[in-house]
């Protein structure tokens, strides 16, 4: 036979492949003929071995021996010109003695469901055939335990585990202790996330245990039922009969990759959505399993080798977990292949037709050598001329719509409270969070304990304290029990005691506080409560998830556009907005991190903005545990906002005596409350004029509140009355009647400090209880927002130099994170690649995108827009973009829910890379979610990444998709900065030219709907196109989340979810240089105060006879800010290397040992 092809062992002629029974695909012959065939070549081995035919016989259960990928290779295999393939009937393998078992010189056999492994093995001792897959091994393979035995003798990862064996014969192993968030397995602990596996690897009932900060409850893995593959459980304990293995749940970001090797030296892997995320299994058009081909590191491929040859089975499949920058095993599936690649079938074929070849060709006196094929060189398209690839997208984001918060501090000295404090480690940091269940039970016993006394002995110390005991117990015991763990109950997520250790006890009375001082230490508890997210705060999370996408390459166009032409569909993705940021993800180009502060609003927004991001389904908490990082990041994103800097402090008594003078502003008062001159804080004041009078009227409108909802309490007909989000009228009532008490206090003034909350109070009312129709509440919201205006952002600094200290205070280490990701985003290229074979239309499949988010509470953004505001960024008078933008923040009155700060980092790789002009940094902003009444006043900026007049003739009709679809993939234009004629005063009613992806009102359980459509112009009508002076830019991409209705939960009925103001260009011309000198000067000079304030507050502890502050400990650990000097023979935004000061010790916090120190964070 003729060897020119280059593939010299295979026959064109048609494939040997013999099927015993059912319909073979090549020809049928009944299980005599079978044996007949087989047996003959034992019985004539005296003739000719040069006619000799090798004989590969599949013994397996029929289902699997005529399944795709079996037939697909079996049928390659078989174009093989000395090889035959031999099916075993599943009848003779069940019910006939191996003796009449068809003769093969090689056997590929593996156990399923059914399958007799015995006569398996008894066959291969009878006939000694060539093993493809090893028998014996195939035994341990069944047992989980024997799995990870051989997994952990072999010197391969593998989560944390131990194994629970409830076996009479062996009591030792059956040591279970389980605690409300862990569990204790023959001494081995562990916390909630863990894995609980059957030990049965037959058994693919598989849990999830999750945390009651999550919200409880399991995520329950089975094998794949049509489009499920989990469902949620609200169910925490685990199992109680049968053996079990835990092991420690690893964080993959939610995907999972399946690796397929054929031999040692060949595997496969695809990644594809955890099962463990939401539980749908996607599909694409013909029904599959969507999963897309990815590239293995060096160290994964060395694992791949190891696991093939430790349990000696070729063809072989096992599950790797990617997490925190490792690669672990957790499974081990034995003979399994790929589905729906036809580039595996090649291969598989290729590989086994080889290694039979090399077996048996030189015993059977086959002319045979193995050919040799020149590797295939990916071709990848690069960049040209001033096109741009998106790198890194880093978003500061606040959480969603909440209920209201509400809060009440008390000084305590009873010992029980001092002993608390003591138990869980207080006198470490001198604070002390306490939000389990377990912890608030304890407290809410000795409130109960001191009132019980205070009735028997009558104690005028704890008299004076009655009140806010008997609010501390209510509060405790509020909506349900604390043994329910339900979210939204009292599972600690929505709810907290914070104490805090004061030496020589409060300083002077507070707003809430009598005029009363005893000396000696005391303790501050603060009990919080409410400000829990909303049904609304869920929805506007997920819309602006589901908008996010369209900000990645491709975002608007189908799958077609983007040059998806690989042989995975993009199923449920295709031909909607964003599919190109579900691709980059599946297939781990798509580098995302995601962060959230430790309250419960504010990781459960980030869960359900991950889910509208990444197109997910199902309950919140899985999502949130194995996507939303929010443990031991050492005040990256939280605040203690009752242990305030001097300098705010400073600040917040100014306001108060501002706000406290019963007397029109004069100038005076103007240049004191804005000396920087902003719009929305000198408007606001025009609108309260008196302070005082104001005040007056806000408290009078409340008291008028509190009347009305006393009366509708007495109407019977309010008796069943909900109010949104399963509120009662009693619990409004309560509500309002502690601010009407608390902002007036006893001496007549004034309590400024509870503004924010009267505003919030308002704000809720009037979007989600209109239906009430309570009198003269627009009103009161007018009045409160007005002064809202003034207390919120000037509580961060009244002066410039006041805002960059505080602001320094609460985000210092987030400002080093952002320059740590902005520095490593060129510098690890060697992660998530994608295989070259899927890469077309790709611009650089070697490189990924990486996306940071951080979700945080409003003092973070406050603080982080002041340090963009105030740090010296740009110079205003030399920079026209820049004053424009500064020019529309002062305008922006309020940063409200889903508050966005977004930092865009591209690459130009037709520049050098050691040149300031390589990469470029965009800078973005949105106020959030639109308040009542905004429409008319909103300041508007100009647009997101604003086009030219160029492109305004270019564009088509809008709904037309035509000009979105000219977009290249991956790319955009960066060159020159904006210069736009200034428009005075940025106020418009309507944005023109923008896109919008809006959510339309459907009902149907797919969600919400989205149609993209460019407009004619975004520019405002008065700026002449002569005063622009763009370069050509791609079509606007705007989004913009409009009013939508929201499903109901429970009993309560549809609210309307406030849209999201679109995002506006500050900058889109800056370098990484100036940004990256810009946050090294800032963090230098934070952390420079930041240890005088260590420094001061250490001396305050060592003078106490309590232990000092333990600045190891978890609570206010100090690290240590980023090692920002650089080797002067290359700029500091290019580096060869990945950074050797970044390890996984976790984020820095507000205080700093030493201001040289290295920062050290896990990635």
Same mark, same amino acid.
């Given at each position: 036979?003729?060897?020119?092809?280059?593939?010299?062992?295979?026959?064109?002629?048609?494939?040997?492949?013999?099927?015993?029974?059912?319909?073979?695909?090549?020809?049928?012959?009944?299980?005599?003929?079978?044996?007949?065939?087989?047996?003959?070549?034992?019985?004539?081995?005296?003739?000719?071995?040069?006619?000799?035919?090798?004989?590969?016989?599949?013994?397996?259960?029929?289902?699997?021996?005529?399944?795709?990928?079996?037939?697909?290779?079996?049928?390659?295999?078989?174009?093989?010109?000395?090889?035959?393939?031999?099916?075993?009937?599943?009848?003779?393998?069940?019910?006939?003695?191996?003796?009449?078992?068809?003769?093969?010189?090689?056997?590929?056999?593996?156990?399923?469901?059914?399958?007799?492994?015995?006569?398996?093995?008894?066959?291969?001792?009878?006939?000694?055939?060539?093993?493809?897959?090893?028998?014996?091994?195939?035994?341990?393979?069944?047992?989980?335990?024997?799995?990870?035995?051989?997994?952990?003798?072999?010197?391969?990862?593998?989560?944390?585990?131990?194994?629970?064996?409830?076996?009479?014969?062996?009591?030792?192993?059956?040591?279970?202790?389980?605690?409300?968030?862990?569990?204790?397995?023959?001494?081995?602990?562990?916390?909630?996330?863990?894995?609980?596996?059957?030990?049965?690897?037959?058994?693919?009932?598989?849990?999830?245990?999750?945390?009651?900060?999550?919200?409880?409850?399991?995520?329950?893995?089975?094998?794949?039922?049509?489009?499920?593959?989990?469902?949620?459980?609200?169910?925490?304990?685990?199992?109680?009969?049968?053996?079990?293995?835990?092991?420690?749940?690893?964080?993959?970001?939610?995907?999972?990759?399946?690796?397929?090797?054929?031999?040692?030296?060949?595997?496969?892997?695809?990644?594809?959505?955890?099962?463990?995320?939401?539980?749908?299994?996607?599909?694409?058009?013909?029904?599959?399993?969507?999963?897309?081909?990815?590239?293995?590191?060096?160290?994964?491929?060395?694992?791949?080798?190891?696991?093939?040859?430790?349990?000696?089975?070729?063809?072989?499949?096992?599950?790797?977990?990617?997490?925190?920058?490792?690669?672990?095993?957790?499974?081990?599936?034995?003979?399994?292949?790929?589905?729906?690649?036809?580039?595996?079938?090649?291969?598989?074929?290729?590989?086994?037709?080889?290694?039979?070849?090399?077996?048996?060709?030189?015993?059977?006196?086959?002319?045979?050598?193995?050919?040799?094929?020149?590797?295939?060189?990916?071709?990848?398209?690069?960049?040209?001329?001033?096109?741009?690839?998106?790198?890194?997208?880093?978003?500061?984001?606040?959480?969603?719509?909440?209920?209201?918060?509400?809060?009440?501090?008390?000084?305590?000295?009873?010992?029980?409270?001092?002993?608390?404090?003591?138990?869980?480690?207080?006198?470490?940091?001198?604070?002390?969070?306490?939000?389990?269940?377990?912890?608030?039970?304890?407290?809410?016993?000795?409130?109960?304990?001191?009132?019980?006394?205070?009735?028997?002995?009558?104690?005028?110390?704890?008299?004076?304290?009655?009140?806010?005991?008997?609010?501390?117990?209510?509060?405790?015991?509020?909506?349900?029990?604390?043994?329910?763990?339900?979210?939204?109950?009292?599972?600690?997520?929505?709810?907290?005691?914070?104490?805090?250790?004061?030496?020589?006890?409060?300083?002077?009375?507070?707003?809430?506080?009598?005029?009363?001082?005893?000396?000696?230490?005391?303790?501050?508890?603060?009990?919080?409560?409410?400000?829990?997210?909303?049904? =609304?705060?869920?929805?506007?999370?997920?819309?602006?998830?589901?908008?996010?996408?369209?900000?990645?390459?491709?975002?608007?166009?189908?799958?077609?556009?983007?040059?998806?032409?690989?042989?995975?569909?993009?199923?449920?993705?295709?031909?909607?907005?964003?599919?190109?940021?579900?691709?980059?993800?599946?297939?781990?180009?798509?580098?995302?991190?995601?962060?959230?502060?430790?309250?419960?609003?504010?990781?459960?927004?980030?869960?359900?903005?991950?889910?509208?991001?990444? =197109?997910?389904?199902?309950?919140?908490?899985?999502?949130?545990?194995?996507?939303?990082?929010?443990?031991?990041?050492?005040?990256?994103?939280?605040?203690?906002?009752?242990?305030?800097?001097?300098?705010?402090?400073?600040?917040?008594?100014?306001?108060?005596?501002?706000?406290?003078?019963?007397?029109?502003?004069?100038?005076?008062?103007?240049?004191?409350?804005?000396?920087?001159?902003?719009?929305?804080?000198?408007?606001?004041?025009?609108?309260?004029?008196?302070?005082?009078?104001?005040?007056?009227?806000?408290?009078?409108?409340?008291?008028?509140?509190?009347?009305?909802?006393?009366?509708?309490?007495?109407?019977?007909?309010?008796?069943?009355?909900?109010?949104?989000?399963?509120?009662?009228?009693?619990?409004?009532?309560?509500?309002?009647?502690?601010?009407?008490?608390?902002?007036?206090?006893?001496?007549?003034?004034?309590?400024?400090?509870?503004?924010?909350?009267?505003?919030?109070?308002?704000?809720?009312?009037?979007?989600?209880?209109?239906?009430?129709?309570?009198?003269?509440?627009?009103?009161?919201?007018?009045?409160?927002?007005?002064?809202?205006?003034?207390?919120?952002?000037?509580?961060?600094?009244?002066?410039?130099?006041?805002?960059?200290?505080?602001?320094?205070?609460?985000?210092?280490?987030?400002?080093?994170?952002?320059?740590?990701?902005?520095?490593?985003?060129?510098?690890?290229?060697?992660?998530?690649?994608?295989?070259?074979?899927?890469?077309?239309?790709?611009?650089?499949?070697?490189?990924?995108?990486?996306?940071?988010?951080?979700?945080?509470?409003?003092?973070?953004?406050?603080?982080?827009?002041?340090?963009?505001?105030?740090?010296?960024?740009?110079?205003?008078?030399?920079?026209?973009?820049?004053?424009?933008?500064?020019?529309?923040?002062?305008?922006?009155?309020?940063?409200?829910?889903?508050?966005?700060?977004?930092?865009?980092?591209?690459?130009?790789?037709?520049?050098?890379?050691?040149?300031?002009?390589?990469?470029?940094?965009?800078?973005?902003?949105?106020?959030?979610?639109?308040?009542?009444?905004?429409?008319?006043?909103?300041?508007?900026?100009?647009?997101?990444?604003?086009?030219?007049?160029?492109?305004?003739?270019?564009?088509?009709?809008?709904?037309?998709?035509?000009?979105?679809?000219?977009?290249?993939?991956?790319?955009?234009?960066?060159?020159?900065?904006?210069?736009?004629?200034?428009?005075?005063?940025?106020?418009?009613?309507?944005? =023109?030219?923008?896109?919008?992806?809006?959510?339309?009102?459907?009902?149907?359980?797919?969600?919400?709907?989205?149609?993209?459509?460019?407009?004619?112009?975004?520019?405002?009508?008065?700026?002449?196109?002569?005063?622009?002076?763009?370069?050509?830019?791609?079509?606007?991409?705007?989004?913009?989340?409009?009013?939508?209705?929201?499903?109901?939960?429970?009993?309560?009925?549809?609210?309307?979810?406030?849209?999201?103001?679109?995002?506006?260009?500050?900058?889109?011309?800056?370098?990484?240089?100036?940004?990256?000198?810009?946050?090294?000067?800032?963090?230098?000079?934070?952390?420079?105060?930041?240890?005088?304030?260590?420094?001061?507050?250490?001396?305050?502890?060592?003078?106490?006879?309590?232990?000092?502050?333990?600045?190891?400990?978890?609570?206010?650990?100090?690290?240590?800010?980023?090692?920002?000097?650089?080797?002067?023979?290359?700029?500091?935004?290019?580096?060869?290397?990945?950074?050797?000061?970044?390890?996984?010790?976790?984020?820095?916090?507000?205080?700093?040992?030493?201001?040289?120190?290295?920062?050290?964070?896990?990635?």
């Amino acid at each position: 036979m003729s060897q020119s092809s280059g593939q010299g062992m295979y026959n064109s002629g048609l494939p040997r492949f013999l099927v015993g029974n059912e319909g073979g695909e090549s020809r049928q012959l009944d299980d005599k003929d079978m044996r007949n065939i087989s047996g003959s070549y034992g019985e004539d081995e005296e003739e000719d071995q040069s006619e000799r035919q090798i004989v590969v016989g599949i013994c397996s259960m029929m289902k699997k021996s005529k399944s795709k990928p079996m037939t697909e290779i079996m049928e390659r295999l078989c174009k093989f010109e000395y090889i035959t393939v031999v099916i075993f009937p599943e009848e003779v393998i069940l019910h006939e003695p191996v003796e009449k078992w068809p003769l093969c010189d090689c056997l590929i056999s593996f156990h399923s469901k059914g399958f007799p492994l015995d006569k398996a093995v008894g066959y291969a001792k009878l006939r000694n055939p060539v093993l493809i897959n090893d028998l014996n091994m195939q035994y341990y393979i069944q047992d989980r335990r024997e799995v990870y035995r051989i997994l952990q003798e072999e010197g391969i990862d593998l989560p944390r585990y131990a194994v629970l064996n409830r076996d009479p014969d062996r009591p030792e192993e059956c040591n279970l202790v389980e605690g409300e968030d862990h569990v204790e397995v023959n001494g081995e602990v562990f916390h909630k996330p863990f894995v609980e596996k059957p030990v049965s690897a037959e058994d693919h009932n598989v849990y999830i245990y999750y945390p009651t900060s999550a919200g409880g409850g399991s995520q329950r893995l089975f094998r794949k039922i049509g489009s499920r593959s989990s469902v949620y459980s609200p169910e925490s304990t685990v199992r109680k009969t049968g053996s079990y293995i835990y092991e420690e749940f690893m964080p993959t970001d939610g995907t999972d990759v399946k690796v397929y090797t054929v031999g040692p030296d060949y595997a496969h892997a695809e990644a594809r959505k955890s099962p463990a995320l939401d539980g749908k299994v996607e599909r694409d058009s013909e029904g599959k399993e969507i999963r897309y081909p990815v590239m293995l590191t060096a160290m994964e491929k060395l694992v791949a080798r190891k696991v093939c040859l430790a349990f000696k089975q070729t063809v072989c499949g096992f599950d790797l977990l990617r997490a925190n920058g490792h690669s672990f095993v957790c499974d081990v599936n034995g003979f399994s292949f790929v589905k729906n690649s036809m580039k595996y079938y090649d291969d598989c074929a290729k590989v086994l037709g080889n290694m039979v070849m090399r077996e048996l060709a030189p015993q059977f006196h086959i002319p045979w050598s193995i050919p040799m094929e020149a590797e295939d060189i990916p071709i990848v398209p690069t960049t040209s001329g001033t096109m741009m690839e998106l790198r890194c997208v880093i978003a500061v984001i606040r959480h969603g719509d909440r209920t209201p918060k509400q809060k009440m501090k008390m000084e305590v000295r009873n010992a029980l409270f001092f002993d608390l404090f003591e138990k869980y480690g207080g006198y470490k940091t001198g604070k002390l969070k306490l939000k389990k269940p377990k912890q608030l039970q304890e407290v809410l016993d000795i409130a109960r304990q001191l009132l019980a006394e205070l009735v028997l002995h009558n104690d005028c110390e704890i008299e004076e304290k009655k009140s806010k005991l008997e609010q501390l117990k209510t509060v405790l015991e509020m909506e349900s029990s604390l043994n329910d763990n339900q979210y939204g109950h009292f599972s600690g997520i929505n709810r907290k005691v914070q104490l805090t250790y004061l030496p020589n006890g409060q300083p002077k009375a507070s707003s809430e506080e009598e005029d009363y001082q005893k000396e000696g230490p005391s303790l501050l508890l603060v009990l919080k409560w409410g400000g829990e997210l909303t049904p =609304a705060g869920r929805v506007q999370a997920e819309e602006l998830g589901r908008a996010f996408r369209c900000m990645y390459p491709g975002g608007q166009d189908s799958c077609r556009s983007l040059g998806c032409e690989s042989p995975i569909d993009c199923g449920d993705y295709a031909g909607f907005p964003g599919c190109g940021l579900l691709r980059l993800h599946s297939t781990y180009r798509h580098d995302l991190k995601i962060y959230a502060s430790d309250e419960g609003r504010v990781q459960m927004t980030a869960a359900a903005f991950a889910k509208g991001l990444l =197109a997910l389904e199902g309950e919140l908490t899985p999502i949130l545990v194995q996507m939303v990082k929010s443990a031991n990041m050492n005040g990256l994103l939280d605040s203690d906002s009752d242990s305030l800097i001097d300098c705010q402090q400073r600040v917040k008594a100014r306001l108060h005596e501002i706000m406290q003078k019963n007397k029109d502003f004069s100038e005076e008062d103007y240049n004191k409350l804005a000396p920087t001159g902003s719009p929305s804080l000198v408007n606001s004041m025009r609108v309260i004029v008196n302070p005082v009078r104001t005040c007056d009227q806000v408290h009078t409108l409340i008291k008028s509140l509190t009347c009305q909802i006393c009366r509708r309490l007495e109407d019977p007909k309010s008796a069943d009355l909900q109010l949104y989000h399963s509120e009662t009228l009693e619990l409004m009532l309560q509500r309002w009647s502690k601010l009407e008490r608390d902002f007036r206090m006893k001496n007549g003034r004034y309590d400024i400090s509870k503004i924010p909350d009267i505003y919030d109070c308002v704000k809720y009312d009037t979007q989600h209880n209109s239906s009430l129709s309570l009198e003269d509440t627009l009103e009161l919201f007018r009045l409160s927002r007005a002064l809202a205006d003034i207390i919120i952002p000037q509580e961060y600094g009244i002066t410039k130099a006041e805002k960059l200290d505080i602001a320094s205070a609460y985000c210092l280490p987030l400002v080093k994170k952002i320059q740590l990701d902005l520095q490593r985003t060129h510098e690890d290229e060697a992660v998530n690649k994608l295989h070259p074979l899927y890469s077309r239309g790709v611009m650089s499949p070697g490189r990924h995108v990486r996306t940071r988010l951080y979700f945080t509470s409003e003092s973070h953004v406050h603080s982080l827009l002041s340090i963009f505001r105030y740090g010296g960024l740009l110079d205003e008078q030399k920079d026209e973009q820049w004053k424009q933008a500064m020019d529309y923040l002062s305008a922006v009155t309020e940063l409200n829910y889903m508050t966005q700060i977004v930092i865009m980092l591209y690459e130009d790789n037709n520049k050098d890379p050691s040149s300031e002009e390589r990469f470029h940094v965009e800078l973005h902003f949105s106020p959030g979610v639109k308040g009542c009444k905004d429409e008319d006043n909103a300041p508007m900026g100009f647009g997101f990444r604003p086009a030219s007049s160029e492109n305004h003739e270019k564009q088509t009709n809008p709904g037309s998709l035509e000009d979105l679809s000219q977009d290249e993939p991956d790319r955009a234009v960066l060159t020159e900065p904006i210069n736009i004629q200034r428009k005075s005063p940025l106020i418009r009613n309507r944005k =023109a030219g923008s896109m919008e992806a809006l959510s339309e009102s459907n009902t149907s359980s797919r969600g919400l709907a989205y149609r993209i459509f460019p407009s004619s112009s975004r520019q405002s009508p008065e700026i002449k196109p002569s005063g622009l002076e763009l370069l050509s830019m791609p079509p606007v991409k705007r989004f913009s989340v409009s009013y939508a209705r929201h499903p109901t939960n429970g009993f309560e009925g549809c609210s309307l979810v406030p849209s999201i103001y679109p995002l506006e260009t500050l900058h889109n011309s800056l370098s990484l240089k100036q940004v990256d000198e810009f946050l090294t000067a800032l963090c230098k000079n934070g952390s420079e105060s930041q240890f005088k304030r260590l420094k001061s507050l250490s001396a305050m502890f060592e003078s106490h006879s309590q232990p000092s502050i333990d600045v190891d400990s978890q609570e206010t650990p100090v690290s240590t800010p980023i090692q920002l000097n650089q080797p002067a023979s290359k700029p500091v935004w290019y580096t060869g290397s990945p950074s050797s000061t970044v390890s996984s010790a976790g984020p820095s916090s507000p205080s700093v040992a030493e201001p040289s120190s290295n920062f050290g964070f896990n990635e």
